[in-house]
């Protein structure tokens, strides 16, 4: 397991972090996973056995029960791991049980912190934009949130990058904490998010979280060998997050044929290449059991050649779109020698 630098901070991350949104398995959370106590105590066991020291969870994940089941099977092995969580999804039926209020944030850190069964939270994550309220209120909340000790390091869900270049902006006017990751939705499959945010996480120095790196289960030998996948699979019943199905059939030949020549799963080959983007700093991994975490955990492992990159490259590269085309046009001939 290699470890990277999250954002322009000194704090290491594993390049693969195990994802508990598959903990608890309660209302729209039970198609993707219903992992109970025993199952999580043996899974988190797994991955800190393969060096992965940094976990996610969000608190609306089974309203609560994710965190309080990861908080229980990391018990004495907190000290050595880092734990990311999130807020802003509905809590309660009451008007302000969800967004990014202060008030809303106040009341689920300290619920959060409760659940994990800790004093402090290492990365403290807003799940999405609220509309709402203003990045000053969000702002201002985290950076006392970072002051009292409840919360290390702040980051980010879900923006778009010109709401994310503004809070970068309004925390460096107030010299506030500010977001040091994104966590966001980047596969071989949709690769929308190199077009304007990759760019923008470079130039800032912010880490890069990457969920759902599979495509919800897509990008697999079962998905490969019938498109509607088998019986009982997540896609089936949740079909989340949305990919372009029209080039997805060549997506999955070129990973099939990239897993062929390294003997391993096209999950694998899905992984690795991620890990390959210089802009990914660490790669969510969830699991319903021993056996795909233990897939999945190989992914690190791989080397992707020159050849294999522009393979998968050629079957999964955005199409031009302007004013990308015009700025890789006009800036060919002013790149450093």
């Not at 609306?60 to 994710?66: A, D, E, F, I, L």
């Not at 990045?135 to 990058?161: H, P, Q, W």
């Not at 809070?167 to 939705?185: C, D, K, M, P, T």
Request: some cysteine.
């Amino acid at each position: 397991m290699k470890y990277k630098q999250l954002g322009n901070t000194g704090l290491l991350v594993s390049e693969l972090c195990f994802g508990a949104m598959t903990f608890g398995g309660r209302g729209l959370y039970e198609v993707i996973g219903q992992q109970g106590q025993d199952a999580a105590n043996n899974l988190v066991a797994q991955a800190v056995e393969a060096g992965v020291n940094f976990f996610d969870t969000a608190n609306v994940y089974s309203r609560g029960q994710s965190e309080q089941i990861l908080g229980q099977a990391l018990a004495k092995r907190r000290h050595e791991v880092i734990v990311a969580t999130k807020v802003r999804g509905r809590m309660t039926d009451q008007p302000n049980g969800a967004g990014l209020s202060r008030v809303h944030i106040m009341d689920q850190v300290n619920q959060s912190l409760e659940r994990l069964g800790t004093d402090y939270i290492d990365l403290y994550q807003i799940h999405g934009f609220d509309a709402l309220t203003p990045f000053d209120e969000i702002l201002r909340t985290m950076d006392d949130l970072v002051t009292m000790g409840k919360v290390r390091y702040i980051g980010c869900s879900n923006l778009a990058a010109w709401q994310l270049m503004k809070a970068i902006g309004r925390s460096e006017q107030h010299n506030w904490v500010r977001f040091e990751s994104l966590q966001a939705y980047y596969t071989i499959a949709g690769r929308d998010l190199e077009r304007e945010l990759a760019p923008l996480l470079k130039d800032q120095k912010l880490g890069l979280m990457v969920w759902s790196p599979l495509a919800g289960g897509l990008l697999t030998d079962k998905f490969h060998q019938n498109q509607q996948g088998p019986e009982g699979a997540r896609r089936t019943t949740f079909d989340f997050p949305p990919v372009n199905h029209d080039r997805l059939p060549g997506v999955l030949d070129g990973l099939a044929e990239v897993a062929k020549n390294h003997d391993c799963s096209m999950a694998q080959i899905a992984l690795a290449w991620l890990l390959h983007q210089d802009v990914v700093t660490s790669v969510i991994v969830g699991a319903k059991n021993a056996e795909q975490l233990a897939d999945n955990l190989k992914a690190p492992d791989i080397t992707l050649s020159e050849a294999d990159l522009a393979r998968l490259d050629e079957v999964s590269a955005l199409p031009p779109e302007y004013p990308g085309w015009m700025i890789k046009q006009q800036g060919a001939d002013r790149q450093a020698s």
